[in-house]
């Protein structure tokens, strides 16, 4: 079917992202954790298509499980839609139609571009004309990685996530994605995180309220380096993804025989991300895991954040 609009509409494109590097800190009162964190937008898209109606409704197609994904105000991109129609008092409604690309729960932030995609659409929709700093603010309302889902790129994310600050990238770096069939809880992971380092005795006595991304991690983006970036990255919901999948072990020591130059757990997962040294070596790795039974994509990044395709 034509993702052309049809009258009345907005089509939204929005990506899904790879955290390359994830530091947590310790937990603010809110119940979110401090955050360093750098993320990556990968060539793996939402698409939200708003269309003009009196009444608010939802429906998502794409995904295997596109099912499992709630349509009433459980969805971040309807609580999207109706916080800017509060914002801005426009008294209608939309249908948001969502064609998910982005694996559900998976740790690439799918929901978080369909949100940052509707506050777009809508926007654009009914003519509400937000400054980009009011959408910003709106998104960063909705959840801490929906900033991110509206810039793109690549960019640095402190505070719980959403405050950004663009970081130098250059060139293009290829992943292979390897999807699993059933997600992981973003809030139950980071509860596991707390709890492993309340055994450990991790973080107790000073928990970092405020972190920074290591300065390799930044060079080796600014330099286009697959290399350093490989051996740079780093994320601290790995463990408590992995010991609550531990399928995830095999997934990574695959990948890495496979050719890749490293993999990681992307955001709270179970979505891995392996890094490639170029496009032909990716196309070879994710060859090497189709054959070996998983599901695995090339993507590259960086690339643009929610954008309208047609209106
Ligand atoms: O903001 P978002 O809805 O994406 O976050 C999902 C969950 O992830 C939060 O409810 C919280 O449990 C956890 N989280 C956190 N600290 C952050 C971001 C997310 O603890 N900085």
């Known amino acids: 079917m034509s993702l052309a609009a049809f009258p009345g509409s907005v089509h939204v494109r929005a990506p899904g992202k790879i955290n390359v590097y994830l530091g947590v800190g310790g937990r603010h009162e809110d119940g979110y954790h401090a955050l360093a964190t750098v993320f990556q937008a990968v060539s793996l898209f939402e698409d939200v298509i708003a269309t003009e109606s009196d009444e608010f409704s939802l429906s998502v197609s794409g995904v295997e ?10 969805n971040l991109a309807m609580r999207a839609a109706k916080m800017l129609a509060t914002a801005t008092g426009y008294a209608g409604g939309v249908h948001l ?8 729960a998976g740790g ?25 700093q009011h959408l910003h603010e709106l998104a960063a309302r909705l ?8 810039h793109g790129g690549t960019a640095v994310g402190t505070g719980r996530g959403d405050q950004l600050n663009p970081a130098l990238a250059r060139g293009r770096f290829d992943w292979v994605l390897v ?17 492993d380092r309340a055994e450990t005795g991790a973080l107790a006595d000073d928990p970092p309220l405020s972190l920074d991304v290591p300065i390799p991690v930044l060079q080796a983006l600014r330099a286009g380096d697959p290399h350093a970036l490989a051996a740079a990255m780093f994320n601290d919901l790995e ?6 999948r531990p399928v995830l072990d095999d997934i990574i020591a695959e990948g890495i025989a496979a050719g890749a130059l490293n993999g990681i757990v992307s ?12 496009p032909a070596s990716a196309r070879d790795v994710a060859a090497e895991l189709q054959d070996a039974g998983r599901t695995a994509m090339h993507v590259h990044g960086p690339v643009h954040g929610a954008r309208i395709i047609s209106a």
């Open 143 to 150: 959840g801490a990685d929906v900033p991110f889902a509206l």
């Open 97 to 104: 139609e969502l064609r998910k690309s982005v694996p559900v």
């Open 239 to 244: 463990g408590p993804a992995r010991s609550e």
């Open 65 to 74: 499980d596109a099912a499992s994904v709630p349509t009433d105000d459980r």
């Open 267 to 278: 955001g709270s997962g179970p979505t891995i991300a392996f890094l490639c040294e170029n």
């Open 179 to 195: 999807t699993s069939d059933a997600g992981l809880s973003t809030p139950e992971i980071y509860a596991r995180l707390d709890e």
């Open 108 to 132: 690439m932030g799918g929901g978080s571009a369909d949100a940052a995609a509707a506050l777009v659409a809508c926007d654009a929709l009914w003519g509400t004309g937000l400054s980009p």
